[in-house]
């Protein structure tokens, strides 16, 4: 396997990758999810619909925008070697102009809406240009995770600003775009000037036929990725059409709770897919890999879905107050998609890395399928409780069908006692939440925490040592 064009060697321990640009991600997400408490109490439910609305639209055109690259684009850093300049330059030329013509598509749509959500739909393809713009893969490729985090970090605080200095009354929402513009171009500045320091030009030639090749592997992950969005968000759609702008935004608001713990599961797949892709030569490597990987994400999921169900209540009341009650119910079944995009996450990465995106691309097909098919008969009946059943069911179906390719690809999964130290504890916690009954959120955290830790480390699922805590799996 050749080395990264920098001199750049290998991390074998894509953990500290993990934690480094996971640290980074959440404190970004921690950051704009206070922004979105904020949004959600200034602009009220239906304006907050309407801004939930031309979000979901804008994350469908970003994927297109993006190409793919975000999964695939580490993979082919580190086969790049010597080429890595030639690839940047091709990448970025070929994103930006696919990102034009994505933008004047999203403009031509939004002339087909009435007002507010006319004017938000337009605004939010401005921030479709950092897209084109952002060399996040590339140094995710050279296994430089602090500098995403900084970036995204940075991105996240001037976005923040923005809203919290100029979004005062509901009328003010569409101020909420231009800060995404201006948050997302600070970070994809930096993380261009940061390339470029470290030596690899961002601008030059463009080579047609390494664009045509590095997008022809990257189109299942493109197209797996814009179906990914129509089992999250083609929910939001279907309500918007079904019912009102009203049930939306109390959907959005139990929604964004899972968004805002969801983006685990990218960051897994892209601190694992690296590390997954320098032990092709060692198969057996690799399934260990996916073993430990498999464990770990449920240890970390299960108690977060589990904690989730017997807190939404207060979850909601806390985080968006008294308005959004009647979201708490659907945040409770959605909750349960963590620990399963996790696994799936895991498995993505491992399919990815070893070049059968095709195999990604199939089952989210599967998956995306059953969750329109779904939608259309349980939104009508159920509403935004029909939506969150839809969206587990088809993550479920989606996970399902990743371990099946998995299997068949030859890694060997982990033995379901594997597991047991986790159930265990997470049961452990459960108990103690269930006799207590704690009402307020934060007594409860205080219980649940500590439990869950204390019963792990008991069963010697998790280990204090020198150097940091450790799961044992």
């Known amino acids: 396997m050749r080395e990264p064009s920098d001199g750049h060697a290998p991390n074998s321990r894509p953990g500290r990758t993990f934690v480094t640009l996971g640290a980074g991600e959440m404190l970004s997400r921690v950051i704009g999810f206070a922004g979105t408490i904020f949004l959600a109490r200034q602009l009220g439910v239906e304006m907050y619909g309407v801004m939930g609305l031309g979000f979901a639209v804008l994350l469908y055109a970003t994927i297109a925008a993006d190409c793919g690259l975000e999964y695939t684009g580490p993979r082919e850093v580190v086969d790049a070697g010597p080429r890595l300049p030639a690839l940047v330059s091709t990448v970025l030329v070929t994103r930006m102009l696919v990102t034009v013509v994505v933008a004047a598509i999203q403009l031509g749509l939004a002339l087909l809406l009435d007002e507010p959500e006319q004017s938000v739909l337009a605004l939010y393809a401005l921030a479709l240009v950092p897209v084109g713009l952002n060399v996040r893969w590339a140094h995710l490729g050279l296994e430089r995770a602090g500098v995403v985090a900084v970036a995204r970090v940075g991105g996240e605080v001037l976005r ?87 049930e939306v935004g109390q959907y959005l608001a139990a929604y964004t709770l899972l968004n805002f713990l969801g983006v685990l599961g990218h960051l897994i797949a892209l601190s694992l897919t690296p590390a997954f892709t320098h032990l092709r030569p060692a198969p057996a490597q690799q399934s260990a890999l996916l073993q430990r990987s498999l464990v770990n994400v ?38 349960w998609c963590l620990p399963i995009l996790l696994y799936r996450s895991v498995m993505q990465a491992a399919l990815v890395s070893i070049e059968r995106p095709a195999d990604v691309l199939r089952t989210t097909v599967v998956a995306a399928v059953a969750n329109v098919a779904l939608n259309l008969v349980a939104v009508p009946l159920l509403g935004m409780l029909g939506a969150a059943i839809t969206t587990v069911v088809a993550e479920a179906l989606r996970a399902a069908t990743a371990r099946a390719y998995v299997r068949r690809a030859g890694f060997r999964m982990p033995g379901l006692f594997r597991y047991g130290r986790a159930v265990g504890s997470v049961l452990a916690m459960v108990a103690v939440l269930l006799i207590v009954r704690p009402v307020n959120l934060w007594i409860a955290v205080a219980l649940a925490v500590p439990t869950y830790a204390l019963v792990l480390m008991a069963v010697g699922g998790l280990r204090v040592r020198r150097d940091g805590i450790q799961l044992s799996t």
């Not at 800060?179 to 970070?187: E, L, R, S, Y």
């Not at 979850?315 to 119910?329: K, L, N, R």
């Open 160 to 246: 923040l600003a923005i809203v919290f200095a100029l979004v005062r009354t509901p009328s003010d929402v569409i101020v909420v775009p231009l800060a995404q513009f201006a948050g997302d171009a600070f970070a994809a500045v930096l993380l261009l000037a940061r390339l470029r320091v470290s030596g690899v030009p961002s601008w030059g030639g463009v080579d047609i036929r390494l664009a045509v090749s590095v997008v022809r592997r990257a189109l299942p992950m493109l197209a797996s990725a814009a179906l990914a969005m129509v089992i999250y968000n083609s929910d939001l759609i279907f309500l918007r059409v079904f019912r009102d702008s009203g």
């Open 298 to 335: 449920m240890a970390l999921g299960l108690p977060i879905a589990a904690g989730g169900v017997l807190t939404a209540p207060q979850i909601i009341g806390v985080a968006f107050g008294a308005d959004y009650s009647a979201s708490a119910p659907v945040l409770a079944l959605l909750i």
